[in-house]
């Protein structure tokens, strides 16, 4: 079972930055793939960035291309996620997840929630 538990979500101004962490316990982290979600009020959990487990390979939803960098450091048990230029748009509840599977379509990652079974408790970004 893997347990994950989210850091440094809070307030920022618009064109600032922000990392999240997500440390998973038990020693996890290197055995599963990693993304990071987020959820705005009455909207649907959508995949923000993916780090795969074999080969770290890095996928990013279009709307975060360039400007959120994903990466793991298994020593750590820990996944970051680094956000540059920040815009109101991307004020939501922040969600690490982590699981052996992931889909892909046309060649990119293609998030699906039920490809992960473990979810972290959700940290909030607002950005104004």
């Known amino acids: 079972h893997v347990q994950l538990v989210e850091s440094g979500g809070g307030s920022v101004q618009a064109g600032g930055s922000q990392i999240l962490s997500c440390a998973a316990t038990?020693?996890?982290?290197?055995?599963?793939?990693m993304a990071w979600f987020r959820q705005e009020p009455g909207k649907e959990r959508g995949g923000v960035a993916f780090s795969g487990l074999d080969d770290g390979s890095a996928y990013y939803a279009n709307s975060v291309k360039g400007r959120f960098t994903i990466s793991r450091h298994d020593a750590e048990n820990t996944v970051y996620l680094q956000m540059n230029r920040l815009t109101p748009e991307d004020t939501a509840i922040y969600y690490c997840a982590a699981g052996d599977r992931f889909t892909t379509r046309d060649g990119s990652w293609f998030p699906r929630v039920g490809d992960f079974p473990y979810w972290g408790q959700g940290t909030q970004v607002t950005v104004s």
């Open positions: 038990r020693g996890t982290s290197s055995n599963v793939h």
